[in-house]
């Protein structure tokens, strides 16, 4: 349900301009992104570089901090806080002044650095650490936006901190335990800000808790296949796969921006769903908006879009997120009529419909009343009237799954 105390349920007039779709907004299920017009099938509805990223302390020595270009052997060059690797000197040095290429808001490095020299004693888990790191950098935009008012300069990046007050917060959903693991993590991190002397205003723990709980709730999953080497990238499709059957996705090669040489079914498009053990794309990666990767897959990143971030979920979505080497888009997976919900997937679609549930329930906080688990309710329903009358005892395997804890935070 939509907590209006921790969002606005409006956004700046431009955030959606010139975009074919317009937002609208209904207390369930809270802003979400409609059709503004007929679309066709593989139509690009939105396309935008990422805001922030951050990658899991196990791939942050495989994939450049600069340029962000996976390596299959370990980078040799790496800043002294032994948390950022470069493939060059050259990347090192943008790095330190301008950020991570093609990212929307540029946190230089140099300014991060100091607080992150304290991440190596974190006892926080890979997880926490990544969301963590994008805390850090959202303080950082923070700070140089006050720094840049002062100066009365107006914007210092396309997209700023109010974009990130955007996105929704459901810190206040976070379950007893999740709040206290929360607790123990800012706790260090307010430790590092403290001890590196922080030169920005020290946020108090409240604040700190409402940017993780805009960071979970919104952030997308960096996937790359399993086994493949580390400059594969089709990655986080092909959870898709069960719910899609018959059609494909594409990806796009990081150099061109362009989808690779057909050899897919359905839309006939290349290294698609349907064909998993096709040869990876070289240095791109894919990515949609879940937190659970596929057996095939693995997580080795996280990062956060604003607009992308407006689409909903559907366990039949009809759009779908693909992301370049530094940008993402979002797609139509079918033709959809004017008016028409845009929806994209949050988690791993193969799973059965309990294990989705629950997924969403645990990171997402909501209740997925979309056509299929409605659909798959009745059909659970019926089996079970049916299976009830064969058995002439109790149901069996149909009574509601108990809601498990949440567990951590795990975006
Ligand atoms: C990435 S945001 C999507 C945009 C969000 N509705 C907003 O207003 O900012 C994810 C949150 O949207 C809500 N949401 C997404 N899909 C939903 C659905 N199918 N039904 C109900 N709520 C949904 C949940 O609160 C979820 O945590």
């Given at each position: 349900?939509?907590?209006?105390?921790?969002?606005?349920?409006?956004?700046?007039?431009?955030?959606?301009?010139?975009?074919?779709?317009?937002?609208?907004?209904?207390?369930?299920?809270?802003?979400?992104?409609?059709?503004?017009?007929?679309?066709?099938?593989?139509?690009?509805?939105?396309?935008?570089?990422?805001?922030?990223?951050?990658?899991?302390?196990?791939?942050?020595?495989?994939?450049?901090?600069?340029?962000?270009?996976?390596?299959?052997?370990?980078?040799?060059?790496?800043?002294?806080?032994?948390?950022?690797?470069?493939?060059?000197?050259?990347?090192?040095?943008?790095?330190?002044?301008?950020?991570?290429?093609?990212?929307?808001?540029?946190?230089?490095?140099?300014?991060?650095?100091?607080?992150?020299?304290?991440?190596?004693?974190?006892?926080?888990?890979?997880?926490?650490?990544?969301?963590?790191?994008?805390?850090?950098?959202?303080?950082?935009?923070?700070?140089?936006?006050?720094?840049?008012?002062?100066?009365?300069?107006?914007?210092?990046?396309?997209?700023?901190?109010?974009?990130?007050?955007?996105?929704?917060?459901h810190?206040?959903d976070f379950s007893k335990e999740d709040k206290?693991d929360?607790?123990?993590?800012?706790?260090?991190?307010?430790?590092?800000?403290?001890?590196?002397?922080?030169?920005?205003?020290?946020?108090?723990?409240?604040?700190?808790?409402?940017?993780?709980?805009?960071?979970a709730?919104?952030?997308?999953?960096?996937?790359?296949?399993?086994?493949?080497?580390?400059?594969?990238?089709?990655?986080?499709?092909?959870?898709?796969?069960?719910?899609?059957?018959?059609?494909?996705?594409?990806?796009?090669?990081?150099?061109?921006?362009?989808?690779?040489?057909?050899?897919?079914?359905?839309?006939?498009?290349?290294?698609?769903?349907?064909?998993?053990?096709?040869?990876?794309?070289?240095?791109?990666?894919?990515?949609?908006?879940?937190?659970?990767?596929?057996?095939?897959?693995?997580?080795?990143?996280?990062?956060?879009?604003?607009?992308?971030?407006?689409?909903?979920?559907?366990?039949?979505?009809?759009?779908?997120?693909?992301?370049?080497?530094?940008?993402?888009?979002?797609?139509?997976?079918?033709?959809?009529?004017?008016?028409?919900?845009?929806?994209?997937?949050?988690?791993?679609?193969?799973?059965?419909?309990?294990?989705?549930?629950d997924e969403?329930r645990k990171n997402f906080f909501?209740?997925?009343?979309?056509?299929?688990?409605?659909?798959?309710?009745?059909?659970?329903?019926?089996?079970?009237?049916?299976?009830?009358?064969?058995?002439?005892?109790?149901?069996?395997?149909?009574?509601?799954?108990?809601r498990g804890r949440k567990t951590r935070v795990s975006?």
């Amino acid at each position: 349900m939509w907590n209006s105390e921790n969002s606005s349920h409006t956004v700046p007039d431009d955030t959606l301009a010139g975009l074919p779709c317009k937002l609208e907004f209904s207390k369930e299920k809270g802003r979400y992104l409609v059709a503004k017009r007929a679309l066709l099938r593989e139509e690009v509805v939105l396309e935008s570089e990422s805001y922030l990223t951050s990658i899991l302390p196990s791939w942050k020595k495989r994939i450049c901090r600069g340029c962000f270009a996976a390596h299959s052997s370990r980078l040799s060059i790496k800043c002294q806080c032994n948390q950022a690797w470069y493939c060059s000197e050259a990347c090192r040095g943008s790095h330190a002044c301008a950020g991570t290429a093609g990212s929307q808001c540029p946190v230089p490095h140099k300014l991060v650095c100091p607080v992150l020299s304290y991440f190596g004693g974190s006892k926080c888990d890979a997880d926490m650490e990544s969301v963590l790191h994008m805390c850090l950098d959202v303080l950082a935009l923070q700070h140089l936006e006050n720094l840049a008012a002062t100066a009365g300069v107006q914007r210092i990046a396309k997209l700023g901190h109010a974009d990130f007050l955007l996105l929704q917060d459901h810190s206040d959903d976070f379950s007893k335990e999740d709040k206290r693991d929360w607790k123990k993590a800012l706790t260090f991190l307010e430790n590092a800000l403290r001890k590196a002397g922080w030169p920005g205003q020290r946020p108090r723990p409240q604040e700190l808790l409402t940017i993780v709980g805009r960071i979970a709730a919104n952030n997308f999953g960096i996937y790359r296949t399993r086994g493949g080497s580390v400059a594969a990238g089709r990655q986080g499709l092909a959870a898709q796969k069960a719910s899609l059957a018959g059609t494909t996705v594409s990806e796009q090669t990081p150099e061109t921006g362009s989808p690779v040489a057909s050899s897919g079914s359905g839309l006939e498009r290349p290294n698609g769903m349907n064909n998993l053990e096709a040869p990876a794309v070289s240095g791109g990666t894919a990515h949609d908006l879940r937190d659970c990767a596929t057996t095939s897959e693995e997580l080795i990143g996280r990062e956060l879009y604003i607009r992308a971030s407006l689409l909903n979920h559907s366990c039949r979505p009809n759009c779908v997120v693909i992301r370049g080497l530094s940008s993402g888009s979002v797609q139509t997976l079918r033709d959809i009529q004017e008016g028409e919900e845009l929806t994209i997937s949050y988690i791993d679609l193969g799973l059965p419909p309990s294990a989705r549930g629950d997924e969403l329930r645990k990171n997402f906080f909501f209740e997925c009343t979309c056509d299929r688990c409605i659909e798959e309710r009745t059909e659970g329903a019926t089996k079970c009237t049916y299976e009830r009358s064969k058995l002439r005892g109790p149901a069996q395997g149909c009574a509601p799954k108990r809601r498990g804890r949440k567990t951590r935070v795990s975006q």
